[in-house]
């Protein structure tokens, strides 16, 4: 007699997250359809968007809520507090008893897998968790709990053993508590009051139109409406959508309740003023938690058309206005006694803004690896550490040049396999492949870097310095002026502007390199490069005691920098180049650069 085999069940370890919405039977029992088209529209413009942007899938609906599957603990986690957040935002305005509030619960646990289900215990537990949060809450049991300890910047009350329904064995559970600790009942008021801010959140208010002239109210809502699409794009951030925003028009403000009701760290102001032919746009960057100015810029400029100027303003400010906000959040996780992945990786890039000597570059990479420890799939530390190979590399801090260029690329395609449509990792990749003798396709991938993000404006430097590696330095300028243009007081302007003047003298025009090597070191005294440039163009003028100078101050940036070091590692195989850098070394000895 043959033995049938045993069936065998698609296993594996998941993260499960469980959610309902709370009063549900008293819901639909007022009003069946209203609170049907409320959850529906809630389920697609909170829900599913969270899920799906943390790498889950929702397996199943359940009428009143949904099961979903996580690979990670930590991204179940973050995809909760997203949609409870947005959820909290999209109902602010609802009396309090047709409110729809979720319920969400989250276990790690070994689950069976069918295609449009799955079963076990893990999601069992998952189920009893959520039954036990509280409206607008998460509960997680102690095997999600030993996930995320530590990679989430929320805190978390120990509930106990819990004996749940059906379940055989006590289970420990913790729930989210916000900056108001309560796990009472009326825990929505205690939601809307506590909740932690997510890193980079944000709401454009309505800019104000001071011109004496209504019709021009399209330009400035357009504005408006421009600036908040173009931060939406700034990676790891949250904008409040533009429908919640106007609500706002025309009403008084208390910036510190705005933070409150919505949930975010910054508020954006700005006005518009027409004044005869000149067009002026106030900004400023506002904490909603004390309400300080962080940054104010001022646009002005003749008249034209308004719609290209309508571009050319949001594009401007956008892109500044996300290193303004990077350097806003890494001074926050300064105070922070427990700083998360995020906090790290956001004082990593703030330090690299800094300088890029050898003090600056260690700072920040201690940043970006305590970050990776934290989370060893952080995109933005990835990207950051890769950087920072990348600059040592660049700016001949080291005879090991190639081996920071590895661990560049190696990390940021690491970056990229996480995030294939990552803009600023694009970017980065193609300023290692320019740096390595491969510029034709370091300019593809800054191209597609600028598809993704039509503001990295440091994307259009690294195509200049290309050009010049590949010997077209008459078109690197035009690069740089477009780069320049788009964030003029660019924290990182003082590298484009050298990019600039090592072109100028690419085509020997020495004393157009000097001008722009002043303004790279007013803009940035930390920069070695400029110093060491600016030592050979004044060498080549004949200029020796400003020279000279120069090596000084550049040397005690960089004491290990050689005309050998210069001449070790060849960035391009291009005729134009390779001369380009004869001539520069020579005027690196007519400064006094040690040979090596």
């Known amino acids: 007699m043959v033995q049938e085999r045993p069936v065998r069940f698609e296993r594996r370890l998941a993260a499960i997250l469980a959610a309902d919405v709370a009063g549900y039977s008293r819901l639909m029992h007022r009003d069946e359809e209203d609170t049907h088209t409320r959850l529906t529209s809630l389920l697609t413009k909170a829900v599913q968007p969270a899920i799906a942007e943390h790498g889950g899938r929702i397996v199943k609906n359940t009428g009143d809520g949904f099961l979903a599957e996580f690979p990670s603990a930590v991204e179940a986690v973050r ?6 957040t947005s959820v909290k935002e999209l109902t602010l305005g609802d009396v309090e008893d047709r409110r729809i509030a979720f319920r969400a619960g989250i276990n790690v646990g070994d689950v069976i897998v069918e295609p449009h289900d799955i079963f076990g215990d893990g999601v069992n537990i998952a189920a009893r968790l959520e039954s036990i949060a509280e409206p607008g809450g998460i509960c997680i049991s102690s095997s999600a709990y030993d996930h995320v300890r530590g990679k989430v910047r929320v805190e978390f009350a120990d509930m106990g053993e819990k004996s749940l329904k059906n379940i055989s064995h006590p289970v420990r559970a913790y729930a989210i508590v916000w900056a108001e600790p309560s796990l009472g009942s009326n825990a929505i008021g205690a939601w809307q009051t506590a909740l932690s801010a997510p890193h980079l959140s944000i709401v454009v208010l309505p800019f104000t139109n001071l011109a004496d002239d209504p019709r021009q109210e399209y330009f400035v809502d357009g504005v408006t409406e421009s600036l908040t699409t173009d931060l939406s794009r700034i990676s790891g951030s949250f904008v409040i959508g533009r429908h919640t925003a106007f609500t706002y028009k025309g009403k008084p403000i208390d910036l510190k309740q705005i933070g409150r009701e919505l949930n975010v760290r910054y508020v954006i102001q700005g006005s518009v003023q027409q004044s005869g032919a000149r067009l ?24 034209a058309d308004l719609f290209d100027m309508q571009d050319e303003i949001v594009t401007r400010l956008a892109y500044t206005l996300g290193a303004q906000l990077v350097v806003a959040e890494a001074r926050r996780a300064e105070r922070s006694l427990h700083p998360d992945a995020m906090d790290l990786t956001f004082q990593g890039q703030a330090c690299s803004y800094e300088g890029s000597n050898p003090e600056h570059l260690a700072r920040a990479r201690n940043f970006f ?10 995109v933005g530390a990835l990207v950051g550490v890769a950087t920072v190979d990348l600059m040592i590399g660049a700016t001949l801090l080291t005879d090991d040049r190639t081996v920071h260029f590895s661990a560049a690329e190696a990390n940021v395609m690491k970056a990229l396999s996480l995030a294939p449509d990552h803009a600023a990792a694009h970017f980065v990749f193609g300023s290692i492949c320019i740096f390595t003798n491969r510029a034709a396709e370091g300019i593809a991938e800054c191209e597609h870097a600028l598809l993704l993000d039509r503001n990295l404006a440091a994307a259009h430097s690294a195509i200049g310095l290309a050009k010049f590696f590949l010997g077209q330095s008459a078109e690197t300028e035009g690069h740089i002026l477009e780069a320049l243009r788009l964030s003029p007081r660019d924290l990182r302007a003082y590298q484009w502007m050298h990019f600039v003047a090592a072109s100028k003298l690419q085509l020997g025009a020495d004393a157009e390199a000097v001008a722009w090597l002043r303004r790279s070191i007013e ?14 163009a004044l060498g080549l003028l ?3 005691d400003e020279a000279r100078a120069a090596v000084k101050t550049a040397l005690a940036l960089n004491p290990g920098y050689t005309i050998r070091r210069v001449r070790a590692y060849k960035f391009s195989d291009n005729p134009s180049y390779i001369a380009g850098r004869e001539r520069f070394c020579d005027g690196l000895r007519l400064a006094g650069v040690p040979e090596g």
């Open 542 to 544: 004949g200029a020796t």
């Open 79 to 84: 995809a909760a507090i997203l949609f409870q």
């Open 523 to 536: 803009a940035n005294r930390n920069f070695p490069p400029s110093y060491f440039t600016l030592a050979a």
């Open 280 to 303: 002026r746009v106030n900004v400023q960057l506002i904490s909603t938690q004390d309400g300080n100015h962080l940054w104010a810029e001022r646009f002005e400029k003749p008249v």
């Open 369 to 378: 690896e305590r970050a990776l420890a934290i989370d060893s799939r952080g």
